[in-house]
Structure formats: C-alpha cells, structure tokens
C-alpha cells in the first residue's frame, strides 16, 4: 500500500465528491487532488436506494466500524446531498489477493421530496458506474 493516510490531505470525515449547485453538477476539487494521491489499484464501494433507509448508517457501521462518518439524523429529511467520499482510503485486497485502496461513496438517496426524478436518477447511475462494488439498499 503506497498511500499514508497521516498525509494532511487525507481526511477522516465525510467530503462532498459531487454536488449540485443551480442544477449543475460539480465534482469538489479538493477530493480529486485527495484521490490523486492513492497510488497503485483502487476499489470503490458505493451504496445506493430510496432515502432515509439507512444507506449512511450501513456505511459508518459495517465499512467504517464507527458510530459517526457520513451524516446521518432523525427527521424525514435527507442527510446525504449528491455524492460523498470517505476521505481516508481503507485498506483492502483484489480478487488476486493484492492490496488495494478501497475508497466508501454514499449518495443521495432516491424520492426524497426536495428533487425530481431526473436528478435521483442521475445521482443513482454516477454512483453506479464510480462502483467497483455496489450496494442496493433497499426495504424488505
């Protein structure tokens, strides 16, 4: 592994990759410099689903082991607005066993009541296609 994640521009918190701004959207250069650091083979898991269903909450316990990470809060609504990135790459290996930086995308969720279908779907298919991994949550 070739990255040191004490390097100043890696980040233990939640970072916006993409965000809207007007309509548009606008990737954070800020994360870009952060991911040109990460040398060697890259896996992205990302998660996707309608909103408030816990896309968050599955990242911070189950990917991060912590309580707290990418937002998350208990009214109706959505905490996640466009794309977020972990800032720290964990550690991680390929199929053929070789170590890799795996970096944590959570999206916005899908129906929340403040956009339309066009800007869900969007937001859903860019978390598609960053994915080495992807994870669908869904209820029942």
């Known amino acids: 592994m070739e990255f040191d994640s004490s390097t100043p521009s890696f980040k233990e918190r939640a970072l916006p990759l993409i965000y809207v701004v007007g309509g548009k959207f606008e990737i954070n250069p800020e994360v870009v410099s952060m991911m040109e650091l990460v040398k060697g083979p890259i896996g992205v898991v990302s998660v996707a689903g309608m909103y408030r269903t816990g896309k968050s909450y599955l990242l911070n316990r189950l990917l991060l082991n912590r309580k ?36 944590i995308v959570d999206s916005e969720g899908i ?8 800007h869900d779907m969007r937001i859903f298919c860019l978390a598609l296609l960053l994915s080495s991994y992807f994870i669908y949550n869904s209820m029942s």
Do not use: A
């Open 68 to 103: 707290g990470g990418f937002g998350v809060g208990p009214t109706i609504n959505p905490c996640t607005k466009g794309i977020w990135i972990w800032g720290t790459p964990l550690k991680g290996f390929t199929s053929t066993g070789e170590p890799c930086s795996v970096l």
């Open 111 to 118: 129906g929340g009541l403040d956009e339309d279908n066009n």
